[in-house]
């Protein structure tokens, strides 16, 4: 007789390999048992079953299922445990051969019950059943790590996006130095339609008196004089381009 650890057991297999009831609130969903010398000597049925799970690390000594088996009484018989208060297991559900599953329940009255656990014996292996706490934890912990593994291969490939249009900056940067002449003209029809839209410059201010304007010989040579880079005609030409004072 010997308590078997599953592939995946934790370090709570020690404990319960020597016979010995676990303490209380110890979680045994990480092993399971098997008497295989047992199983060759006696049927695995409705009548044995039990005898057989009180053999496992998970059957509580102090059970009122314990004390009539010390009368002499089948363990299972529900017209005696109803009349007794404390911890029990029932029977609760059964597959011959194959399967039969056994609830621990606390009674407090004949027809009073608290659930606690659930052990199943499935082919003469003898497991507990984790609660459903324990489940939805394990399946939690489950969905975020693949949802942290999905965030971060997303964010090594936006990495790798990155990286790509870093490459490609300088040919863009380079082909924004091209000449647009499509923009230029755009640009330009769009300077001529705010310009006719501008009122009309006003008229030149009148001459100060005393002064003469200037003939049209006198003003086209002023203009050509200004394109050759001399500004200013009264410093530049001397008395001679002077304007004549009007006697």
């Known amino acids: 007789m010997a308590a078997t650890p599953l592939p995946q057991a934790g370090g709570l297999v020690g404990n319960t390999m020597e016979g ?58 529900i017209s005696q445990l109803s009349k007794l208060i404390g911890i029990e297991y ?19 009255g004949p027809e009073k019950v608290t659930p606690m656990l659930t052990y199943y014996v499935l082919d003469g292996s003898i497991y507990q059943a984790p609660q459903r706490s324990s489940d939805f934890a394990s399946r939690m912990v489950r969905a975020l790590y693949y949802i942290s ?30 000449i647009d002449f499509k923009e230029i003209k755009r640009v330009d029809q769009i300077l001529t339609a705010l310009h006719r839209k501008l009122p009309p410059a006003p008229p030149l201010p009148p001459f100060p008196e005393g002064f003469a304007a ?16 001399h500004s200013d005609p009264i410093i530049d030409q001397g008395a001679a381009k002077r304007l004549k004072l009007e006697k």
């Open 149 to 178: 593994k999905s965030f971060t291969a997303a964010a090594s490939k936006l990495e790798k996006i990155g990286y790509e249009s870093d490459s490609v900056k300088p040919e863009t940067k380079s082909g924004a130095e091209n």
């Open 214 to 229: 200037p003939s049209s010989d006198t003003a086209e040579t002023q203009d050509g004089q200004a394109q050759n880079g």
């Open 90 to 108: 029932m029977l609760n559900e059964v597959m011959e051969p194959h399967l039969f599953v056994i609830r621990k329940q606390k009674r407090d």
């Open 20 to 77: 010995m009831p676990p303490p209380p609130g110890t979680d045994l969903t990480g092993i399971c048992f098997r008497d295989q010398l047992w199983l060759n000597s006696f049927p695995l049925d409705r009548n044995l079953v039990f005898d057989y799970f009180a053999l496992s690390p998970f059957y509580d000594l102090t059970c009122n299922n314990e004390q009539l088996r010390m009368r002499s009484v089948h363990p299972l018989d």
